[in-house]
Every structure is written in C-alpha cells, then in structure tokens.
Antibody, heavy 117, light 106 residues
Framework: QVQLKETGPDLVQLTQTLSITCTVSGFSLTTYNVHWVRQPPGKGLEWMGAMWNGGGTDYNSAFKSRLSISRDTSKSQVFLKMNSLQTEDTAKYFC???????????WGQGVMVTVSS | DIQMTQSPSFLSASVGDRVTINCKASQNINKYLNWYQQKLGEAPKLLIYNTNNLQTGIPSRFSGSGSGTDYTLTISSLQPEDVATYFCLQHSSRLTFGSGTKLEIK
C-alpha cells in the first residue's frame, strides 16, 4: 500500500539548517510527484514545494532561496532542506503524494520541528 | 498566486444536521478543488477530489459541488466521528489551501 514517512529532528537551532527525509513505499518517485507542506501549531497548511516525477522541482516563492528539494530514487526518498531557520518555521512538516487526478491523495504523518534559540 | 478564502472558520452543529463549508478562489480554478478532513494530531485525509468526486472509502454523506470560483463541501447528516478540521485545496495553479473550518458537535 502507499505510504510516506517523514524523519527529521525534533529541534533545530535558530539560523541553522533543517533537513527532513520522506521515505515512500507502494509507488515510484519516477511516476508520481511528491510535495512538501507545513503546518505551524494551531494554524493552516502552507505549500512549500514539489519534486516532480521527472526530477524537476518547484518552490513557493515565500521561501525564496532558503528551500531545496531533492531525491534519491534508488532509495525512494525525497529530501527537504531549508536554511536560516527562524522561530516562525516551527511547524509540522508533511510530505504528500500528488494523485493521478491532481491535488494530494496520500500524506505522511508529519514531523514536528521546533526552532529554538 | 491563487488565494483561497474558506468560511466559516468555526462551526458548531448537532448530530444529524446538514453542514456546509465554503471555499472561494481568487480566480477561476476550473473545478480543481479537493476537500480534506484532519483530526487532531493526524495527517489530512482526502475526502473529495476535483470538486465532486468521492474518494474511495469515504462515506456518501460527504459531497462536494461548485464551479468557477465558488465551492462547497456538504455533510448531509453530521455524525460524531465527523468532528475535525476541514480544509480545501486548489490545484489549478500550484497548490493553495483554505484556512480551515473547525467543526464541533453542539
């Protein structure tokens, strides 16, 4: 069955870099797109960016040049890397698969990341 | 970028009530609108895709409608297990989420 699982740190220091891995199973990264979405505590969801099945990427301009998404298809993993973290980056970070009909059909459970000074 | 305005932000209704939640896009999104349910501490669950298509395994009391810029999620008969936050997602141009509707039982 389709599964996505995020792994990453619980705590990151202010101005440091966040790295999260999304490991997928039940589908191929060369067939489906994978997106990153975050949710600050008690707030709504924000699209961060995407890894296209062809290997390209797209980013929300709100993250400017802070965000990088990459993948290792041999390991079925998609990576999020974001630098210069601030307290407002404290959030739950999700990876999700883009379904055949569009939008996001399967989500990981998310990883809660706190940015601390 | 497309903006999504979701209403209401909070909704309290009784078991058996008909409930509607709305999303308005800042421009025509050509029915590329999904609805999700998120329970506390869980990942979002897809309910409806492309305006009115029920995802496999979702109860038929959930339905969606709309076109152009205006879209609606309807729960025909509210059940206790429907307590959750609901949000819309447009995927016409990149992705934009609605701000969410927290639904509780009165």
């Amino acid at each position: 069955q389709v599964q996505l699982k995020e792994t990453g740190p619980d705590l990151v220091q202010l101005t440091q870099t966040l790295s999260i891995t999304c490991t997928v199973s039940g589908f191929s990264l060369t067939t489906y797109n994978v997106h990153w979405v975050r949710q600050p505590p008690g707030k709504g969801l924000e699209w961060m960016g995407a890894m296209w099945n062809g290997g390209g990427t797209d980013y929300n301009s709100a993250f400017k040049s802070r965000l990088s998404i990459s993948r290792d298809t041999s390991k079925s993993q998609v990576f999020l890397k974001m630098n210069s973290l601030q307290t407002e980056d404290t959030a739950k970070y999700f990876c999700a698969r883009q379904g055949y009909y569009g939008g996001l059909d399967y989500w990981g459970q998310g990883v809660m990341v706190t940015v601390s000074s | 970028d497309i903006q999504m305005t979701q209403s209401p932000s909070f909704l309290s209704a009784s078991v058996g009530d008909r409930v509607t939640i709305n999303c308005k896009a800042s421009q025509n999104i050509n029915k590329y609108l999904n609805w999700y349910q998120q329970k506390l501490g869980e990942a979002p669950k897809l309910l409806i895709y492309n305006t009115n298509n029920l995802q496999t395994g979702i109860p038929s009391r959930f339905s969606g409608s709309g076109s152009g810029t205006d879209y609606t999620l309807t729960i025909s008969s509210l059940q206790p297990e429907d307590v959750a936050t609901y949000f819309c997602l447009q995927h016409s141009s990149r992705l934009t989420f609605g701000s969410g509707t927290k639904l509780e039982i009165k």
